[in-house]
């Protein structure tokens, strides 16, 4: 098939509006940014979706990930405020913000970012000492992603995390920290200890201490009681004393009997408890000791009636002088003495 001139120079124009159409049409995928270039100048930032360029003026220069990705910072050594040597490694978490300065504002964002990292997690934990970077990581985080942020901030990057995920100190200094910690916590047991030997010896003293006060209001209690039966027996007896003695005066002389006979069987009934008398001889007279217990009941009948038969009680003579005659008592165990 032979083909004109003009047929082939339209084909050739076909061909060329395709292969235009081609190049001026671009699709950025989601979470990426594309910037133009004209002539070799940034001139804008292509968005998400299809996008038209003027083919072979302007030209894609970097396809950046605007996604939020992860850079893996390798172990390093550190040296300590204290002079410690220990291993750290790490993690940051950044985005990009802006295309055009992440793309012309640095070169190798990613290798810059983590050398800037690395450097930084040397100044920070440097500055600390090796107890304070162990219990610390939270204000380490912090210092950390303050300073790298503000670091790349015109790099058109955000830091929204750095964390240290590891910190191995030497073995020898592991071993030391270890024999630290169990001194410590010795001493914390013995210091607990010896506080509860003292709280038990307070509680002790505070309740013996209540004990004898108690025991010594119970005697004081007690005493006083004793006191008050000790008066009030007094004064019973004293009563009983007085009424003797106007009965005596009286010239009543089962009074007199009374006395005699209440005083005698007391000093009886002392006599047999004794505790060192095993056998009690002595004189009696027992019909003496029944008419003095007699008189005790004549002196009540007359003082209080007699009440089985509703006799009242009868009005004491009037006093008269009596002539006693006085008769020796007579010792049946005494040698004879008119033989």
């Avoid at 004109?4 to 699709?27: H, M, P, Q, S, Y």
């Avoid at 950390?144 to 929204?160: F, H, M, N, S, Y």
């Avoid at 006979?261 to 095993?278: D, R």
Wanted: charged share 20%; aromatic share 6%; hydrophobic share 45%.
């Amino acid at each position: 098939m032979n083909l004109a001139g003009f047929d082939i120079v339209v084909i050739a124009l076909v061909l060329l509006v395709v292969l235009v159409l081609f190049a001026g049409i671009k699709t950025v995928p989601q979470g990426y940014r594309y910037t133009i270039e004209r002539f070799g100048r940034y001139t804008r930032t292509l968005e998400p979706g299809l996008n038209l360029i003027i083919p072979f003026i302007e030209s894609i220069g970097s396809k950046l990930n605007v996604m939020e990705q992860v850079l893996d910072v390798p172990t390093q050594e550190v040296i300590t405020k204290d002079n410690a040597s220990v291993s750290a490694d790490a993690v940051a978490f950044y985005q990009i913000l802006n295309a055009a300065q992440a793309a012309y504002q640095v070169s190798n964002l990613e290798n810059a970012i983590l050398n800037l990292t690395m450097t930084n997690i040397r100044s920070v934990m440097g500055s600390m000492d090796l107890d304070e970077l162990l219990s610390n990581r939270e204000v380490i985080n912090d210092r950390l992603l303050r300073v790298v942020d503000e670091a790349v901030g015109p790099w058109g990057i955000k830091v929204t995390r750095v964390e240290i995920k590891d910190i191995q100190p030497p073995k020898d200094l592991v071993d030391a920290m270890g024999r630290q910690m169990k001194a410590e916590r010795e001493k914390r047991a013995l210091v607990l200890e010896a506080e509860g030997f003292r709280n038990a010896q307070i509680l002790r003293a505070e309740g013996a201490k209540q004990s004898a006060i108690l025991q010594a209001e119970g005697e004081r209690e007690a005493a006083y009681r004793e006191a008050e039966a000790r008066e009030r027996l007094a004064e019973a007896e004293a009563n009983a004393t007085r009424m003797v003695s106007e009965a005596i005066a009286a010239g009543d002389i089962n009074a007199i009997n009374y006395f005699v006979a209440q005083k005698y069987t007391e000093a009886m009934a002392t006599i047999g408890s004794a505790p060192n008398s095993k056998i009690v001889l002595m004189p009696m007279e027992a019909s003496s000791l029944i008419g003095s217990l007699g008189g005790i009941g004549a002196i009540a009948r007359e003082v209080f009636g007699n009440p089985s038969t509703g006799e009242p009680p009868k009005p004491r003579p009037a006093t008269t002088t009596t002539a006693v005659r006085t008769t020796p008592a007579v010792n049946p165990f005494a040698p004879n003495q008119g033989s």
